[in-house]
Nanobody, 124 residues
Framework: QVQLVESGGGLVQAGGSLRLSCAAS????????MGWFRQAPGKEREVVAA????????YYADSVKGRFTISRDNSKNAIYLQMNSLKPEDTAVYYC?????????????????WGQGTQVTVSS
């Protein structure tokens, strides 16, 4: 069992930055690939970024490529999402998720554990 807790969400103006954190506990963190997902009102949850167990391989959705950076610190059992040049369309609840495998996937069905989410609101 893995417990995930996100933090760092908030209200920011367009063009601003936020850094989301996800703290994990319960199992050997480095055994898990991790992902960030988001869900905007009235829309389905979508993948934002994903990272393998070591941090050596990452994935970004086209909509955030070049603006967001996913990273992890296995010594701290944490992953991060640095979000720059934020746009109003980035407004959503952001979730971190853990997959019981070292390689990442982009489908939400591939992830076994989820955090409670953190709200990100970008004003225009």
């Amino acid at each position: 069992q893995v417990q995930l807790v996100e933090s760092g969400g908030g209200l920011v103006q367009a063009g601003g930055s936020l850094r989301l954190s996800c703290a994990a506990s319960g199992r050997t963190f480095s055994d898990y690939a991790m992902g960030w997902f988001r869900q905007a009102p009235g829309k389905e949850r979508e993948v934002v970024a994903a990272i393998n167990w070591s941090g050596g391989n990452t994935y970004y959705a086209d909509s955030v490529k070049g603006r967001f950076t996913i990273s992890r610190d296995n010594s701290k059992n944490a992953i991060y999402l640095q979000m720059n040049s934020l746009k109003p369309e980035d407004t959503a609840v952001y979730y971190c998720a853990a997959r019981s495998s070292r390689g990442y996937r982009t489908g939400q069905g591939s992830y076994d554990y989820w955090g409670q989410g953190t709200q990100v609101t970008v004003s225009s």
